[in-house]
């Protein structure tokens, strides 16, 4: 019997959500791409209401008043699922948020799975317009801790360096096109930005290769490295992106 383990895909965006006719296209890429068909997608948690891409999900996804929005769906053979939370407030605050939970085996390696994973990882950022993106075992990413103990801030630390890490052009000028492309698996794009891939494989990452990277670009920025007690400092700490300044 072959094991599976699960792979945490995150993408964050300060674009707006709101083009159900986006969404419609986007997840009939998906379909397509994964063989596979959306088979729920609600407010809810278990899903229970049933998804029909055919007939469009776009207006679903997009019809809310202002506020922020979950969502959860969850597609038939696969089992991919994932969260969503959108935020439609008015332009003083956007951040959207899509995390997708992928069961996956050692048979990903290579191949076309393999593939696959990568097409939808960059047809994601391209999509959703994310400014960053990570993908990992989930043991990975839930094993990285804010510098406080507190909740994670994205204006002031990122959570990580993952199997695959992408950095939108804000942050390529942030962390300075040729420092990013200097890291082990750094290609250009897509979306004019830089992808991180640290190994072929999520199974073939080594033990210190996700720290390395995130020692290079600086501890202070990334989640855990150098864990700090003055709660004052913890505003200004990493010194990030506003989301102000990632939508300009």
Known sequence: MIKKRTLWMS???????DDAAVWDEYLQSIETLFLDRLDK?????????????????????TNFEAGVRTLFGSFLKTKINFTMCYSKLGSEFIYNNIIFYIPVSEELSAGPAL???IRFFNLTIEKLSAFTA?????????????HDGYSLDITTELIGVFWLTFFGTKYCDFFKRKTLLGLHGAVDGPANGITIRLAESPFQVGPNDRRDAETTLGKKYFAGLEPITDFNKRKAYGQLLTLEQLRC
Do not use: C, M, Q
């Open 115 to 117: 593939d696959r994973l």
């Open 134 to 146: 990570e993908s990992d075992f989930t043991e990975e990413v839930y094993s990285k801790k804010s």
């Open 11 to 17: 993408f964050s965006s300060v674009h707006p959500w």
């Open 41 to 61: 997608l609600d407010e809810n948690d278990p899903v229970r209401r049933k998804a029909n891409v055919k007939n469009g999900e776009g207006l679903y996804i």
